[in-house]
């Protein structure tokens, strides 16, 4: 095989797998990314796949070709030296003795390659469930939910994101760790036939994201009981999803206090940011809300390290209510609010210890909610 390909486009096939291949594996032939040299419909391609079995990647991207065929080879080396190379194009030749020359300018670099045969099949199946979804909201709902997905394995159906079809029109994300709740539901244009409720791996998760990115029109979603499938024009992408039930999150989700205060988005931000970088560091580091009469004051734990107090403007106007929360934890529930163009995040509570949730008023379809903690101070 001989091709020669811009260094933008193979360092971007690249980025899309390097999460995938693992950089150490029993089986060491996962470790390397299967490229092959093809012509379809008159357009050359370099196909890239990737595979470690639980995610798989597929890829077809421009390349001029010199003689086609294919070879496979450790895929972070490959990685790490296209990234490495001062050029704007990449000419990758290999031989029949599993040889593989790059050349990049005036930089020249030989490395052993395996028998691509070895590779394992990739092969992507039709699945049950099928529909289409605009690329950016999926990726919109990958970025106002992820945070609040759990990593304790303990907890295993909390280690991805839930996929609910509500209806043929509606679609609900949920993220949840057992302090913190995100949804996130999406309207859709066209009606779906599909029906379906499953956990996709959170470690899959930046890499659809990825895809997404690349991706300006529809992409398709396919998946079944234990796989789901993201298909692009030239990509696709599919992992195994969590065998599990996610928890009905509902009674919790409708438990919302009555008290709806705003506060200008940018001054709770700061505000938190400061307490956040005196407490950091500490995971269980607290915060008060006390919500008096048109002003809400901001204090942190009086710790060996120092204390941190705020006031900011709000439209409350009752008898005073003190509300704890973990400072990380609020810190990046507010930040979830970040490229929302709204000026205003809306604190909803009530006066005994209840679930408090963030909302805005242009992000209508996205909540998050943050369980509050007991504080003597």
Aim: hydrophobic share 40%; with cysteine.
């Amino acid at each position: 095989m001989k091709i020669i390909i811009e260094k933008s486009i193979l360092l971007e096939a690249l980025q899309l797998v390097v999460s995938i291949s693992p950089k150490a594996s029993t089986q060491s032939v996962i470790n390397n990314v299967f490229l092959e040299a093809l012509t379809i419909s008159g357009e050359n391609y370099l196909q890239v796949k990737a595979t470690n079995y639980d995610k798989t990647f597929l890829g077809y991207f421009p390349v001029e070709i010199v003689e086609p065929g294919q070879l496979c080879m450790n895929t972070y080396r490959l990685f790490n030296l296209t990234k490495e190379f001062r050029g704007t194009s990449v000419e990758i030749r290999s031989t029949p003795q599993n040889w593989v020359f790059l050349t990049c300018d005036h930089s020249q670099v030989k490395l052993p390659c395996i028998d691509s045969g070895l590779f394992p099949v990739v092969e992507f199946r039709e699945l049950t469930n099928q529909f289409q979804l605009p690329a950016q909201l999926f990726k919109n709902a990958i970025d106002r939910t992820i945070f609040c997905i759990g990593e304790n394995e303990s907890r295993k159906n909390l280690m991805g994101l839930n996929l609910q079809i509500l209806s043929s029109t509606q679609i609900r994300w949920l993220g949840a760790d057992g302090f913190r709740i995100a949804q996130f539901i999406t309207n859709l244009e066209n009606k779906i036939e599909s029906a379906g409720n499953i956990i996709i791996p959170k470690n899959a998760l930046l890499d659809i994201k990825k895809i997404l990115t690349l991706s300006e029109e529809d992409i398709t979603i396919c998946f079944n009981e234990n796989e789901i499938q993201v298909l692009s024009e030239r990509i696709k992408f599919k992992t195994r999803l969590i065998e599990a039930d996610f928890p009905n999150l509902d009674t919790l989700l409708t438990s919302i206090g009555k008290i709806k205060v705003s506060i200008a988005k940018d001054e709770i931000i700061n505000a938190i940011r400061i307490i956040h970088t005196l407490t950091e560091g500490e995971p269980n580091s607290f915060v008060k809300f006390t919500f008096q009469d048109g002003k809400l004051l901001i204090s942190s734990q009086k710790l060996d390290f120092g204390e941190g107090n705020d006031e900011i403007y709000c439209d409350y106007d009752d008898e005073e209510v003190n509300i704890g929360l973990n400072v990380r934890l609020l810190l990046e529930a507010l930040q979830s609010f970040e490229s929302s163009p709204d000026d205003m995040i809306y604190f909803n509570f009530s006066k005994t210890v209840t679930p408090v949730s963030l909302t805005c008023e242009e992000w209508e379809n996205f909540l998050t909610i943050l369980m509050p903690v007991q504080i003597e101070w």
